[in-house]
């Protein structure tokens, strides 16, 4: 069950992942569930004009660090506020996926065997009965992801510089930082995982639709808090995210096996992110 739970919350936690990485620096990018969308729609699109399953993902990928880039642009040299620029983007992503699909499902003979089948594999680690136990690929992507934004954030100038800005952006820019790029390159890897967040789960359905990362956003945001309620200082830390998505994913799972109507878990899910930022906001005040 840990396996399945584990394939199911791999989106999420690529999301929730990169996602950190703005959080980091006090910003949010609210587009993420929307670039997830469009980013499935493209490539999906693209497999139907019979392209290689490698273009198709890398388009949608380079769409992914072009929509990162734009959140940036904005709020870096721009000086439009992270909640602003990103909410606009998020309707102009969402509206761009609704404009490329016609509003429709791609599905079918649309999209790849290779495509769709990559979910669906995974190593083989065992056998229960006659059945092979494989560690979903899924998972595996999820964890490379968790491990590269680990190194970043945790074991390179880059992520010290992130943390500097989160502290105090001002300080850090006349320390040297350079704050515009840094926020700028911190948006696109967001994007990055937001688009690649999108192929997977495109790939698990094996279909695109153009609300399928409708839910991303705000799982993400709230897998991030809650792993800061469990940082000493209060701030964002990828390995916190990853306890705050594994969190979300056992819950979302028990609602699931107790038939718990799909609005609860919405309530629940908000409930979860203002219990959070209160808690991590009252610990910053004691401090």
């Known amino acids: 069950n840990w396996l399945n739970i584990s394939q199911q919350v791999s989106m999420l936690g690529v999301v929730a992942f990169t996602m950190t990485i703005v959080m980091v620096m006090g910003d949010f990018d609210l587009s993420v569930g929307s670039m997830a969308s469009l980013a499935g729609i493209i490539a999906a699109l693209l497999f139907r004009d019979s392209q290689p399953v490698l273009a198709g993902v890398a388009v949608a990928l380079g769409i992914g660090l072009l929509g990162g880039l734009f959140n940036g642009l904005l709020v870096s040299y721009i000086g439009i506020m ?11 992503f ?13 599905f079918g003979r649309d999209i790849p065997a290779d495509f769709s089948g990559f979910a669906r594999g995974g190593i083989p680690v065992g056998m229960v009965g006659e059945r092979t136990l494989l560690f979903p690929n899924l998972t595996i992507v999820a964890l490379i992801v968790l491990a590269i934004v680990w190194l970043l954030l945790e074991q390179t100038t880059f992520g010290r510089r992130l943390y500097a800005i989160g502290g105090n952006a001002e300080a850090a820019r006349l320390g040297g930082v350079r704050v515009r790029l840094l926020r700028l390159i911190a948006f696109m890897l967001t994007g990055f995982g937001a ?28 897998a991030v808090f809650l792993g800061m309620t469990m940082s000493e200082e209060g701030e964002p830390h990828v390995l916190g995210t990853l306890l705050g998505v594994l969190i979300l994913g056992v819950l979302d799972n ?3 096996q107790m038939r718990v109507d799909s ?6 899910i908000g409930a979860i992110i203002v219990a959070a930022v209160t808690s991590s906001s009252l610990a910053k005040r004691g401090r």
């Open 263 to 268: 609005y609860v878990r919405e309530i629940l």
């Open 195 to 222: 688009a690649l967040g999108g192929l997977m789960y495109a790939s698990r359905v094996a279909s695109a639709n153009p609300t399928q990362g409708a839910g991303l956003m705000l799982d993400a945001i709230a």
């Open 82 to 92: 992270p909640f602003v620029a990103t909410l606009g983007t998020l309707t102009m």
């Open 94 to 106: 969402n509206g761009l996926a609704f404009l490329l699909s016609d509003g429709e499902t791609i």
């Open 254 to 256: 028990g609602l699931t």
